[in-house]
């Protein structure tokens, strides 16, 4: 088949085939823009991914795509389609107060001590996907904490940070917020809103998002008082968790608090750290 007749085919909306060697630059795009480790098990989930923007630029393959993405001197256009490929390629399944005993110790052990002082307390969600993360802090310093809180979510997907600075998600989304803070910090929309939870402005207004590549250096966030590094470090492979851990442990202030998912782990790489319970560290202070 000649490349016009390909080209016909995938803009008919039919899928071409992603070949191993087109997965292997895939994979290696996604390494290293995000520091994932993509296993031989993903190539039908970067398939399906990507197959509509393939479609959609009429081109023949995914190598063409990849090529496209990848011009040497790319112009506007080239330039927002590979930071929608890394998008699409990033995993971002998140929901509210997932893994509910990182709230609970937010709650019954942090924030009685942020309370006996003024002092400003800050935050970092640093994987925060599409905000549910940020919002849940968001929610529990509101209903328990005194002391002024600001909270930092970011996340390397430009698409989803757009989802979660509006802080408007579908209803189902509710189900596992507690229903006092449902009901507190929470609208059900209405008429051409229904079936929509929208998270009340005072909540989206003690946090603020930013695209940030975990990989990089985030001196220019500045110290915070707790991080949130969960559920992204299982697709890291260990160099890249020794490089992050690293990076992100210099932003966190002296006492200040590290929570990861309670699926991983910081063996070997929790120097200057202690374990407080399963998942969640403390910075050794110096001295």
């Known amino acids: 088949m000649n490349a016009t007749a390909t080209i016909m085919q995938s803009e008919a909306g039919q899928s071409c085939p992603l070949t191993l060697a087109e997965f292997r630059v895939f994979q290696q795009l996604i390494y290293d823009e995000a520091g994932i480790s993509m296993s031989d098990a993903k190539q039908a989930l970067v398939s399906g991914r990507l197959n509509r923007r393939v479609r959609n630029l009429g081109l023949a393959s995914y190598q063409a795509y990849y090529n496209y993405i990848n011009a040497p001197e790319p112009d506007d256009e080239q330039s927002k389609e590979r930071q929608l490929a890394v998008d699409l390629l990033t995993t971002n399944e998140t929901y509210f107060f997932r893994e509910p005993k990182h709230f609970d110790y937010l709650e019954d052990t942090l924030i009685p001590v942020w309370n006996e002082s003024s002092q400003r307390r800050r935050i970092w969600s640093g994987a925060s996907s599409s905000g549910e993360e940020a919002y849940s802090l968001a929610m529990v310093c509101r209903d328990s904490g005194n002391a002024p809180v600001e909270i930092v979510g970011t996340d390397i997907s430009r698409r989803v940070l757009a989802t979660a600075e509006r802080g408007r998600y579908p209803l189902a989304k509710a189900d596992r917020i507690p229903q006092h803070y449902l009901k507190k910090y929470c609208l059900k929309g209405i ?47 260990q160099e890249t968790k020794r490089r992050v851990v690293a990076s992100v442990c210099r932003q966190l202030k002296p006492g200040g608090t590290l929570m990861v998912g309670h699926s991983e782990s910081l063996q070997g790489l929790n120097d200057g750290l202690r374990l407080m319970q399963n998942s969640v560290y403390q910075k050794v202070v110096d001295g």
């Open 191 to 237: 008429g051409s809103m229904s079936g929509i939870m929208q998270v009340d402005k005072a909540t989206r207004e003690l946090v603020e998002f930013k695209a940030a590549n975990l990989q990089q250096s985030q001196h220019e966030l500045g110290q915070f008082d707790l991080i949130l590094l969960r559920n992204v470090m299982i697709y890291f492979n």
